[in-house]
Each structure stands twice: as C-alpha cells, then as structure tokens.
C-alpha cells in the first residue's frame, strides 16, 4: 500500500459531470449525504439537462453536481470547482473552462473514444495533447476497471458498467476522507428487491476507495474538519423537501387537513411526490389532469376547510391566472407555490431564475393584489411556507410563495426546529359557525382588523351563501353590478393585503460597520451570494449595507426610510430589474440593476466587484453605472 500525505483544507469545490445516465446527480447526492454526516456545512447546485433524452455523449446531455462544504460556515455551492470529475468527453468540454487554474481533473479514461470526442466536439484527444497542462490531471480507467471488479458478479454486462458512478463516488470519498458506510446502507435499502445490483454497487463503491488508497498515482488524501455549527440536531435538505415539510408543519399548527391539487412541472413535482408519502398527517394529494384542474381542486379543498396548496412553476401560474382570480374574488385562503424557472415559455425547464415576480405582482386581470412571499434559502422554505400559510388563513386570501430551480434542488445543513415554538397558527382558524348579522349570514362581513371575511364550511346550518366570480355586495354577498359597490370592494381587496404590512417584520438592515453609503437589497435565492459578497467586500475595508426582502407584496413599512437612507442602491437579480423596477416606482429611489439571466446562480466574484463598483461610484472614484444587465 502506498504512503499517502494526509493534508487538511478547509473549503473544497467538487463537480461531479457525466452523461445524463451516468448517475452523476446521484453520485453528488450520495456524497453530499456522507459530507453532511461529517459535519460540514455545505451547499450544492444540482445541474440537469434541459433535453429529457439528449443525445449520449452530447454537449446538451451533460449533467452535473457541484458540491462546497467547508469547515466554517458557509453561504454558496462555490464560483468554481476546485475538482472536476468528468466522465467523458462532453463533460469535459462543457465544465473544464470552470475549473480553477491548476485545479484537479479527474476523467474516465475509458470514455475518450474517438466517437466520444467527435461528439462533444475535439478534433484531437485532449488526453493526449497539452490542452490540459494547466491542471493536475489523473487518468482513471473507470468503467475497466469497475467491471473488473465486478468480474464474479451475477449482474448483467450492462448493470456493470452502470456502477461506474459508484467506482468515481468511491474514489472521491477516499480522496476527501468521507465515509462509505451511509452510502453502503443506502444501497442495500434502495435496491432491497435486487440484492444483486446492491452488492454490485458496494463493491464498485469499495473498488474505487481501494484503487485511490493503493495506487501511487494519488499521493495525497485530505481532510476536512467539521464546521463550528449552532447546537442542535441537523440533517441535510432540498429546498422541495423544506418546503413540504413546511406545508405538513402548516397544516399540523393549523389543525387543518392539508390538501395539494397539482400537475406535475419541473422542478415542483417533487413537492407532490413528497407530500403524497406523508398521508399519516391528514394529507390529501390530487394529481390532476392539467394546471387548471389543479388549481380548482385546491380552491375547492379551501371552500370545504382545508389549507390548500397547489405547486407549479411560471408556465403553470400562467394557467392558473383564471382561477387565481377567483380566488381573490372569493376571499379563500390559498397557497400557490412557484418554482420558478428559466422562460419565456417552456424556456429551461431545469435552470433557475427569478423572473416571476412581476406575473405574480401583476399576472391577474383586473385589480387582483394577492400577497407574496419568497424564500431565501433551502433550508428556509421551510419557514417561507409557514408564513405564507398565516397569511393566508389571518387575511383569508390567495398567497403566492416564490422558490426557484436553484433552491428546490440545492441541499444543505438544516438544524431541526423545536415544533412547539412553531407559530400556533389554529389561533388564526375561526369558522363560521352562525348567522352574524341580525340572524343573517353575511358572507363578506370582514373582521375589522384585518379586513377577513369569515370562513363557512359548507354544510353548516344557516350560513348558505353564494360562490363566484361576479361581484359580490359588500357585506351580505349577493351578486351586484352597482358601480361604487365595485369600486368599494376593489378597494377593500387592496386595502386588506396592504394592510399585512402591519403584521409583517420590518425590513432589517445588516449595517455593517463604518458609515455605508451603499446599500444591497436582495431577494429570493440570492440571499447567498449577495451575503458571501458583501462579506468579501466588508474584508477590503469597504463599507456596505445590505437588506434582503421575504415579504415582496405588500413590501415592509419601513421600506421606503431604509432605501433612502443610503446614497446608491444596488438590486441584484436573476431578471432584467423586477425588484428594481417595484421600488423604484414605490419609493422613487435611484436603484440600481446587476442583472443575469443565464439558468445559474449568481457567483460571489461577480457580485463582489459589482458592489466594489458601486461603492467606488457612492465615493465619486470611478464613472456611476446603470443598470448592468449580463443576460
């Protein structure tokens, strides 16, 4: 057996990318699990294909995952990897220009065929020629030697060169000092039907840990302490698996039976698949057959008593319009989750971007104001859907809750809440349950706090009342054509979701220290690169304040005094200026854009020296810049 130097490092980058049956996405789910059970923070961006069936060894049909976990805390899935994992040529082409200077590249070598490179689009073997000199490059003949050692297993030809996943995971848990055993575990579990392809795993598994233990070609392994987290129990989560079990702690708080009407969209469908293995909390799932059918079963559920959900990205909101419409005319509570994704249209259906945050302020006809709410983290869609879930059942209204591709796929270290010191949100749950008005049932009668109608669950003696999208009268409901009865009630849906401003936070300033003349002021998924940024920048010396919104409709009360607080205003966002756009017609402050509309987060490097700009600008040292969109 070879010496091996062992080394400590603090923070590692490792891109897992392959073709889209490699398995890669599970391979960096499965380290990423061993990482998590190590005690790291992290942080990971899962990367998919566009294309369903692209092409393999195709350009289009890479796949990737992308995983930072460090000793310290920690806010990105990292700018760039420091190790590349590349299992064919494609990958190769598509992720090595994002490896750092003098990074390390591993590649199966066994794939850089001549078919393999005419594909993805060499003319030579970058193997062979000095293309790859700038970086340490290890050679591994995977899928030989993964077969090798399963020489003696029953599986098929095929079934074996499928384990070459588990060889490259192997190989990379050796190097990084991960264990193999949850994964082990995982397997035997994951294929307990099929002993033989789980056994064909471990042992790929184990061939690759003892390959880069033995061979003398990797002289080094490393090490990664555990982060200095606050106390607690952890566990690693998806922003889609946040999110659900937000709605079934909702749901639980609230005392209400949970029901989710939905149609299967990238990247919420996962929230559905979540949500229909939890049945032993009350939950009711309904796959319909279209967005519309979802959205109307949902706003049926909240007719008849139920905290209601329906889940769907930009392309399924805009079906939903119709009924999103209804449902502000009906005054019901509702939860319309959006997983945002790369648009127009059907767009990249599996890349990020935060750009509906206008159709959700505006995507309506006529005067239809519902609130929003947007979560900043995986981790923190957990507390993103509670909240959406108490303003909807307070104030009797349609929430829209924004996520995005980035969030509902990324994972990281998230610290078990006490469940009893959830907000109690039954307090906020008063049916009906007489008549309220001289023996009468006033449908529209509102509470005069929060301007709420009050709930009826059908079938309740006395309190029968009509449903529907015409107008309705003002207090006891009836259908009314009467002009100031509309121009009344229009005014009262807006009053009332104005008037959630009270009950909301205020926005907090992360002042920094000295006196910021700049401030940054996010929402959504940019949470960590934009506080990984201005960390960086508050490190050169340069003052910098920075705010990030959850409550995007109605904005904190405070708002418009924190914005002009500050002489520039920064707004980073994965659109071409909806924020910006929102508040600079609010509060008619000179914000600014960094705007980029490419399917990925922001880097931290990128918004770094967008903010350094900024500040140099505040200080009169460099020219002032408008709105730098990089789509």
Known sequence: MATKTVQRVSTVTIRFAGDSGDGMQLTGDRFTTATAKMGNDLATLPDFPAEIRAPAGSLPGVSGFQLHFADHDILTPGDRPDVLVAMNPAALRTNLDDLVPGGTLVVNGDAFTRGNLKKAGYDSNPIDDDSLSGYRVFVVPITTMTVGA?????????????????????????????????????????????????????????????????????????????????????????????????????????????????????????????????????????????????????????????????????????????????????????????????????????????????????????????????????????????????????????????????????????????????????????????????????????????????????????????????????????????????????????????????????????????????????WGSTYGPIRAAVRRVRQRGMAVARVHFRHLNPLPANTGEVLRAYDRVLVPEMNLGQLRLMLRAAYLVDAQGYNRVAGLPFTTSELEEAIVAEVAAAEGSAPVAQNRNLA
Not at 305 to 331: F, Q
Not at 412 to 425: F, I, K, M, N, T
Not at 492 to 514: M, N, Y
Request: hydrophobic share 40%; glycine share 10%; net charge neutral.
């Open 150 to 522: 399963l020489e003696t297993s029953e599986v098929s030809s095929k079934d074996k060169q499928r384990c070459k996943n588990m060889f490259a995971l192997g190989l990379m848990s050796w190097m990084y000092s991960r264990p193999r055993k949850p994964t082990e575990e995982w397997l035997r579990a994951k294929f307990a039907g099929k002993p033989a392809i789980a056994e064909a795993n471990i042992a790929a598994l184990a061939a690759g840990w003892a390959f880069g233990e033995t061979t003398e070609v990797f002289s080094h392994v490393y090490e990664v302490a555990p982060a200095s987290l606050p106390p607690g129990r952890y566990r690693q989560i998806t922003g889609n698996q946040a999110l659900s079990y937000g709605l079934i702690a909702a749901g639980q708080r609230a005392r209400l039976p949970l029901f989710l009407g939905s149609y299967p969209i990238t990247p919420a469908s996962d929230i559905l698949h979540e949500l229909s293995r939890h049945k032993n909390f009350g939950i009711l799932t309904f796959q319909a057959e279209d967005e519309i059918a979802g959205v109307g079963a949902a706003l049926g559920a909240a007719f008849s008593g139920s905290l209601a959900v329906t889940t769907t990205s930009g392309p399924g909101v805009a079906l939903k319009t119709e009924t999103l419409g209804l449902a502000v005319s009906v005054e019901l509570p509702l939860l319309v989750v959006n997983i945002q994704r790369g648009g127009p249209s059907t767009g990249l259906p599996t890349k990020t971007e935060q750009s509906d945050l206008l159709q959700a302020m505006f995507g309506r006809n006529g005067e239809a104001p519902l609130p929003i709410v947007a979560a900043s983290t995986p981790s923190d869609c957990f507390e993103a859907a509670i909240e959406a879930a108490r303003i909807a059942i307070r104030y009797r209204t349609p929430v829209m809750l924004l996520s995005d591709g980035y969030l509902a796929t990324g994972a990281e270290p998230w610290r078990l809440p006490d469940v009893d010191a959830l907000p109690d949100l039954a307090a906020e749950v008063r049916f009906a349950t007489e008549p309220n008005v001289d023996g009468e049932y006033w449908p529209f009668q509102r509470d005069p706090e929060t301007l709420a109608r009050p709930w009826a669950v059908p079938g309740t003696p006395g309190l029968e009342h009509r449903i529907g999208g015409l107008e309705k009268a003002d207090g006891k409901g009836n259908i009314s054509y009467d002009p100031a009865n509309h121009h009344r009630m229009t005014e009262l849906r807006a009053a009332k979701v104005a008037g959630i401003a009270r009950d909301i936070p205020p926005l907090a300033v992360d002042h920094g220290k000295g006196r910021p003349r700049v401030l940054v002021a996010g």
